[in-house]
């Protein structure tokens, strides 16, 4: 069994076009700079209009371009979304720069 | 036996009542459909409202600070408490405290001010790291977690998994084999600090639970003294399996409260909704969807309370506390499954609580006992303890 603890989907152009082409379903997302250091994790949860399309158009709008996003569709987007919280918190040491300006209550990890 | 609530029991449950219609729903609207908290400053508000109805710490013994609340009056709180979209698993988002199965009222005085009084203050959070990958529902014979005597200590390796808050819990209380060829008569208890070298919480579990995860453990040659054994040595099987029985009691509650809900949900429905210029309720189809509902709910509350007042009496409740755990997680789980089908489209969508208990009822069946082990259980007691 084997069990995939961090995202590493290629990275796409955060551009309205790009995001728009996205599946309306539910899932988790991350945000990074142009060089692919991630800002934020977010999650597609049950309140996003379109999921995961709606949520990255609005990222696209709201940061403008030189950004990048990756998406992974998942229905565990809530456990998935403090998962990849808490992996990215025990490799890098800090929250993703967005997240931690109103970091969510998490617990400590510490992946093998 | 009557379960028929007294006057006093009666005004606790309308307090109750009126705190999850009031307080809770309305907030809970405003919050992602799968989340298991309120925001901090609502939390923080709503446990002084508890605190003002002398209802905080609910699950505390009235010698360690807590109502005075007997097991028969929580029962009927509990199915109260459940009936709002989180309920199942986390009741009025934990605004009436407690500390759940990690509670160590058989702890040392030394252990009593170290670990039980802060959790009881809502200064500590605890885990109970019971199951293993080698099995849960047998755990006398499925941890093969090691605890060995080294330098007047002891040193724990191996690996549990499906626990609950250890990645944000102070402290757990972890069950280890301490003697290989004993059986259930090898386990001790250990009481293990979260920043013990040794102690990692490797990875998050992801269950039909998108609300909340189980983690799994890893103990490496992690060390602890003499001073973490909860009770005695090789005694550890005992501190369990009272938990694991008391635990079915208010499990069946919780779970009679989602069917409530979901049941009264579907009655609403059935009399608004029309089909074919017919509304459900007068479709014989629907009645006897609803009906059935109606007896799996009374069913499953009739025995959860008569489990809850034999134990309340201090009579031997190990059967009835099976027969309801399993009277409710299997009665409950067809209610919702019922609820969705009257509401046809609607029951499936996020919009409402009925897809989320769906899969958080299903889970009910396994958590706390398998419903094949219930049963194992109540035919060991009615066919003989010697049956093989």
Avoid at chain 1, 29 to 57: K, M, N, T, W
Avoid at chain 2, 259 to 287: C, D, P, Y
Wanted: glycine content about 8%; some cysteine.
């Amino acid at each position: 069994m084997s069990v995939r603890l961090r995202l590493d989907k290629p990275w796409r152009p955060l551009t309205p076009e790009e995001a728009a082409r996205l599946p309306g379903q539910l899932g988790v997302y991350q945000i990074a700079d142009a060089e692919g250091a991630i800002l934020y994790i977010g999650q597609a949860g049950g309140r996003s209009p379109f999921g995961l399309r709606s949520e990255l158009v609005r990222e696209a709008e709201e940061r403008g371009p030189g950004r990048q996003f990756r998406v992974e569709v998942n229905m565990q987007y809530r456990s998935r979304w403090f998962e990849l919280l808490m992996v990215h918190k025990a490799d890098h040491g800090a929250l993703p720069p967005d997240n931690a300006k109103n970091p969510p209550p998490l617990g400590r990890l510490s992946p093998a | 036996m009557d379960f028929e609530p007294s006057e006093e029991q009666q005004l606790l449950i309308d307090q109750v009542r009126r705190f999850v219609r009031e307080e809770i729903i309305p907030l809970e609207a405003k919050l992602d459909p799968d989340a298991a908290e309120l925001e901090p400053a609502d939390h923080a508000r709503l446990v002084e409202k508890t605190k003002a109805m002398g209802l905080f710490g609910i699950d505390i013994p009235k010698q360690y600070g807590g109502p005075d609340i007997d097991i028969v009056t929580r029962v009927l709180l509990a199915i109260e408490m459940a009936q709002h979209r989180a309920g199942l698993y986390v009741p009025c988002y934990g605004t009436f405290g407690g500390a759940g199965l990690a509670q160590i009222f058989e702890a040392n005085e030394d252990q009593k001010e170290r670990y039980l009084y802060p959790t009881l203050r809502g200064e500590k959070k605890a885990f109970f790291g019971l199951t293993e990958p080698s099995g849960g529902s047998d755990p006398a014979r499925a941890i093969q977690t090691k605890a060995e005597r080294r330098d007047n200590g002891w040193v724990l390796n191996g690996a549990k998994i499906f626990i609950s808050n250890a990645d944000r819990a102070q402290y757990g209380i972890v069950f280890a084999r301490t003697d290989a060829s004993k059986g259930r008569a090898g386990i001790t208890c250990f009481i293990i600090d979260s920043d013990t070298p040794g102690f990692h919480v490797r990875r998050v579990v992801h269950t039909l639970r998108s609300s909340h995860y189980a983690t799994e453990l890893e103990f490496k040659d992690c060390w602890v003294s003499d001073h973490q054994v909860l009770g005695e040595v090789n005694k550890g099987f005992a501190v369990a399996n009272d938990r694991l029985t008391r635990q079915r009691i208010p499990y069946a509650a919780g779970c009679i409260g989602v069917a409530i809900a979901a049941h009264e949900m579907a009655i609403e429905w059935a009399k608004m909704r029309s089909t074919f210029g017919e509304k459900l309720a007068n479709r014989q189809a629907v009645q006897w969807m609803l009906v059935d509902n109606e007896i799996d709910i009374r069913t499953a509350r009739h025995f959860t309370l008569e489990a809850a007042e034999k134990a309340r009496r201090g009579l031997p409740f190990k059967i009835e506390a099976s027969i309801a755990k399993l009277t409710a997680s299997e009665g409950g789980g067809r209610v919702v499954d019922r609820s969705m089908q009257i509401h046809g489209g609607m029951g499936m969508t996020k919009d409402l609580p009925l897809e989320r208990w769906y899969r958080e009822m299903r889970i009910r069946r396994v958590g706390e006992g398998p419903s094949e082990v219930q049963r194992m259980v109540i035919a060991r007691e009615i066919l003989g303890s010697n049956l093989r």
